[in-house]
Every structure is written in structure tokens, then in C-alpha cells.
Nanobody, 126 residues
Framework: QVQLAESGGGLVQAGGSLRLSCVAS????????LGWFRQAPGKEREFVSA???????YYANSAKGRFTISRDNAKSTVYLQMNSLKPEDTAVYYC????????????????????WGQGTQVTVSS
């Protein structure tokens, strides 16, 4: 079973940038689809981005053009570079993993993932 640990969250002004990292331990995750989700207070957890085994990337409309997901299998790490941050990006950000047998497989629903990190808080001030 892989364990995930996020880092890189913090307080940033609108228009600023943050890079989130998620390190996996317990086993290699090169066979996983990896995702980033976020959850704001009083709201459901929502999809932000995903990256397949074959490095195909997918984004929610709210993240397109501003966020970039990437993975480094040698470091067992997935990243989320977030630029041009807005106050509405404020949330706890979670990374997630799910074994995938096809290189292009990706998931966008929280229930499709079976491994989660503990989350990292991102706060964007106006």
C-alpha cells in the first residue's frame, strides 16, 4: 500500500504562485494514475488535475491555463504548479493515487481513487 504526503501549501496573495508536492512511500507509484483534488469549507471535494501513467494530463476548467501537473517517478513525487492564484482557489489540496493498467487511464471522481494524502492548506488572499 502506498502512502502519500503533500507539502507546499501556504498563504499567498492573489496572482501569486505555489508548487505543491506529493511524495509517495511504501511502493513505487509509476503504475498509478495520480490526481489532485481540493476541498473548500462547506463544499464537496472537487477534481483539479490528473496525470496518467503515460504522462497524459487532465485539468478541471478552473485549473486550465494556470495549473500544471507533473510527475517524477524516480523521486516518487507528483507536483502541482499553481500560477495566477485566485481567492477562490483557497482550499485544502489532496493528492490521490490509483493503480491503472492502461497508460492513458485517468480518473476524475474522488471515489475512483483508493489512496489519499492528508492534505495541505492553500490560502489565497485578495
Amino acid at each position: 500500500q502506498v502512502q502519500l504526503a503533500e507539502s507546499g501549501g501556504g498563504l499567498v496573495q492573489a496572482g501569486g504562485s505555489l508548487r505543491l508536492s506529493c511524495v509517495a512511500s511504501g511502493r513505487a507509484f509509476d503504475g498509478d494514475t495520480l490526481g489532485w483534488f481540493r476541498q473548500a469549507p462547506g463544499k464537496e471535494r472537487e477534481f483539479v488535475s490528473a496525470i496518467s501513467r503515460g504522462n497524459n494530463t487532465y485539468y478541471a476548467n478552473s485549473a486550465k491555463g494556470r495549473f500544471t501537473i507533473s510527475r517524477d517517478n524516480a523521486k516518487s513525487t507528483v507536483y502541482l504548479q499553481m500560477n495566477s492564484l485566485k481567492p477562490e482557489d483557497t482550499a485544502v489540496y489532496y493528492c490521490a493515487a490509483k493503480r491503472a493498467y492502461a497508460v492513458s487511464t485517468w480518473y476524475y471522481k474522488p471515489e475512483q481513487y483508493d489512496t489519499w494524502g492528508q492534505g495541505t492548506q492553500v490560502t489565497v488572499s485578495s
